[in-house]
């Protein structure tokens, strides 16, 4: 009788020693036929005990241990060679945004997912190396502002040593159009002026969001530690919402914070369906308590054991 808790003890230690391995290879040191083996890795894989990788050699995944997937990096010789090149570049740059790239690079961006993770930033989608510590991002995503060196304007004032005509000198029409032009300059450097002040608007608007971004996503960061908790990747920020896969000692799931009072069912169930596209468990932060309903609602579906059709 086969021992199958004993088999998949070999199989772990076998990747802990390997790192991302062909299955092959895991029914070889078990000494199981490959289709065998195969059964008792769905096992190991359906208890994320293991994982595969997106990247496939010939065309099998590669198996590892969580905790593993940096190790890949030794198997990109398996990615096509745009793949490679993308991944890369993604690697020296920490980030690339997506819109700003070619078509062959964007296509790969979306085939390498054991390398490259998608979030969004400021209604654009952006591309983070996967092992890339979070910290990096974060400075390339909200520099700090450079203090400006202050300069003082010199100002030259030059001496005309020219006789000023006198005025009875001046013919009328001169002066007319002497006046027209004054009063030509003084319009446009007003309009001018509106237009340098509506920009410094825009961008001070724009310093403000950025900086309300930032802020909400400290303070995020900041609250998670106190929960041993820290963030994985993120997958959207703005200044209402951070959305990230974040990461504790045992578990990893995702974080929906909203910088608002509270969130109602729709919002809730956006949240579900996200994480469940992920398949992986979910928390949501908010600025206050639940509401009472909100409160009924969760506990309705948590004590709910099944809904039965009554035939007819």
């Known amino acids: 009788m086969i021992d199958v808790q ?28 490959p289709i065998f083996a195969s ?34 990096e030794a198997k ?7 793949e ?23 296509i790969a961006l979306r085939n390498i997912k054991d390398f490259a993770i998608p979030f969004k930033f400021k209604d654009k989608i952006v591309w983070k190396y996967a092992f890339t510590p979070q910290e ?12 400006e060196t202050k300069k003082e304007a010199q100002k030259e004032s030059a001496t005309n040593n020219e006789e000023v005509p006198k005025a009875w000198e001046i013919k009328r029409k001169e002066i007319q159009e002497a ?5 030509s300059t003084l319009i446009k450097n007003k309009n001018e002026s509106l237009k340098i002040k509506k920009t ?66 729709t919002e809730l169930l956006k949240c579900y369906k996200i994480a469940d596209k992920k398949n992986l468990p979910y928390q949501i932060i908010i600025n206050n308590e639940l509401t009472k309903k909100l409160l009924e609602t969760i506990s309705a579906h948590q004590k709910l054991i099944k809904i039965d059709k009554l035939e007819n």
């Open 179 to 183: 006046k027209k032009q004054s009063e």
């Open 84 to 106: 490679r090149e993308t991944q890369e570049k993604l690697k020296s740059k920490t980030i690339l945004i997506d819109e700003e790239e070619e078509p062959a690079t964007r």
């Open 200 to 265: 410094e608007n825009i961008l001070e608007k724009t310093k403000e969001k950025t900086k309300t971004q930032e802020t909400f996503l400290k303070k995020i960061e900041q609250f998670l530690s106190t929960k041993n908790t820290k963030i994985k990747s993120l997958e959207e920020v703005d200044k209402k919402k951070v959305v990230a896969i974040v990461e504790t000692e045992n578990s990893t799931s995702m974080l929906f914070a909203f910088n608002k009072a509270k969130i109602d069912e």
């Open 6 to 33: 004993e088999k998949k003890r070999k199989i772990i230690e076998f990747l802990k020693s390997n790192g991302p391995s062909l299955p092959i290879h895991v029914a070889r040191i078990i000494q199981m036929e």
């Open 76 to 82: 990109t010789e398996n990615l096509k060679s745009i």
């Open 39 to 72: 059964a008792i890795l769905s096992e190991l894989l359906g208890t994320k005990q293991i994982k595969t990788s997106n990247i496939r050699v010939g065309a099998s995944p590669l198996y590892l241990l969580p905790g593993q997937e940096e190790l890949l």
């Open 136 to 147: 990096k991002v974060d400075n390339i995503l909200f520099p700090k502002e450079k203090e």
